[in-house]
């Protein structure tokens, strides 16, 4: 029953700004980590940032200081706001719930959504 759905991908020019939502459905994992990956073509799943259950986030030095990372629990949703956004940011993007606190490997998240395409032109 339980399932994370993103959106909010699409495309954008360069320095422009995204808004990805992850929502949780069904069972509600208060206490659960919840990460953000992507991947690029040809490329390895990338660890983007992650935030706690209580909304501390630790991203990535790639994205530091252009993601942010928020949490409402009390709408099942989390956010990542990508601004400056870079034709290297183009990637598939998902999000994925972990028990661990603030992990970054991928082995660690349980449950993954299906993924947002975002595409960043030049």
């Known amino acids: 029953q339980a399932q994370l759905v993103e959106s909010g991908g699409g495309l954008v020019q360069a320095g422009g700004s995204l808004r990805l939502s992850c929502v949780h459905s069904?069972?509600?994992?208060?206490?659960?980590?919840v990460g953000w990956f992507r991947r690029a073509p040809g490329k390895e799943r990338e660890f983007v940032g992650v935030?706690?259950?209580?909304?501390?986030?630790t991203y990535a030095d790639s994205v530091k200081d252009r993601f942010t990372i928020s949490r409402d629990d009390a709408k099942n949703t989390v956010y990542l706001e990508m601004k400056n956004l870079k034709p290297e940011d183009t990637a598939i993007y998902y999000c994925?719930?972990?028990?661990?606190?603030?992990?970054?490997?991928?082995?660690?998240?349980?449950?993954w959504g299906q993924g947002t395409q975002v595409t960043v032109s030049s």
């Open positions: 935030v706690t259950w209580f909304g501390d986030p």
């Open positions: 994925a719930a972990s028990r661990k606190y603030r992990s970054q490997d991928p082995a660690d998240f349980g449950l």
């Open positions: 069904g069972q509600t994992f208060i206490r659960d980590a």
